[in-house]
């Protein structure tokens, strides 16, 4: 989990699932994350159409040297102050975890 940040544009929002782009299994990870992210935060506790959760690619070192599907998940901007406010509520932080494991917990389950 990290906390992402766009100086230049302060009124984006929302989390980011990000995977390697050659790895499929942490694309299908992703997109099992990002769907949870979108029901249990988004649609659920926030009641938002507005904001949604987006799979991007990244070749980051953590994630292409990893020899485990992985994924990095950005769960809002510090720099839009709504979500800044979000990250910082125990509830928003709360659901967002749960919305990960609940993510994991269908991807193993879908895979295995």
């Known amino acids: 989990m990290h906390a992402n940040a766009h100086p ?3 009124k984006v929002q929302g989390a980011q699932v990000i995977h ?9 990870l992703a997109n099992e994350i990002c769907d949870s992210i979108n029901k249990l935060v988004f649609n659920e506790f926030l ?10 690619t990244g070749n980051f070192y953590v994630l292409r040297e990893s020899k485990s599907p992985g994924v990095i998940v950005e769960i809002g901007f510090i720099t839009t102050p709504e979500d800044r ?4 509520n125990e509830d928003y932080q709360h ?18």
């Open 8 to 10: 230049k544009n302060t």
């Open 20 to 28: 390697h782009p050659t790895s499929k299994d942490s694309e299908y």
């Open 47 to 56: 009641k938002t159409e507005q904001i949604k959760a987006e799979v991007l």
């Open 85 to 88: 406010k979000l990250i910082q």
């Open 95 to 112: 659901k967002m975890a749960t919305a990960i494991a609940q993510g994991v917990i269908e991807y193993i389950s879908n895979k295995y």
